[in-house]
C-alpha cells in the first residue's frame, strides 16, 4: 500500500494540532493565574459540556434520517433513567432496528 500525505494536508493536521495545544495551554495558565474565578466565567465554563454536545447532536438529528432522528429520542428517554452505556446501545438499536427491519 502507497500512502502519501498530501503537504498542505500535513500542515493542516500540524495547525490543528498546535491551535489545540495553545487553547487548552493558554486555559490552563489562565485559570492558574487567577486566585478566584470571576462569576461569569466560572457560568460560562458550566455551559461548555452543553454547547459541545448540542454542537455534535443538531446536524445529525437535523440532517438525519427518520431513524437517526428515532435513535436519538430513545437515547433521550433512556437516559433520563439509566446510565451513559444503556444510553447508547438503546439508540445504537434503535437506529439498527430502524434501518433493517422498515429500510428507513
Do not use: Q
Not at 35 to 58: F, H, K, W, Y
Not at 69 to 87: H, N, T
Not at 94 to 102: G, K, Q, S, V
Amino acid at each position: 500500500m502507497n500512502f502519501a500525505l498530501d503537504p498542505a494536508t500535513a500542515w493542516l493536521i500540524i495547525a490543528a494540532a498546535v491551535a489545540t495545544y495553545l487553547t487548552r495551554v493558554g486555559g490552563y495558565v489562565l485559570i492558574t493565574r487567577m486566585s478566584t474565578i470571576p462569576p461569569r466565567l466560572e457560568a460560562a465554563l458550566n455551559a461548555v459540556p452543553a454547547a459541545v454536545l448540542t454542537t455534535l447532536c443538531a446536524p445529525a438529528f437535523f440532517n438525519g434520517g427518520l431513524d437517526i432522528k428515532l435513535a436519538m429520542l430513545v437515547a433521550l428517554v433512556v437516559s433520563l433513567k439509566y446510565p451513559g452505556l444503556i444510553m447508547l446501545a438503546a439508540g445504537w438499536a434503535t437506529a439498527m432496528l430502524c434501518r433493517h427491519a422498515f429500510g428507513l
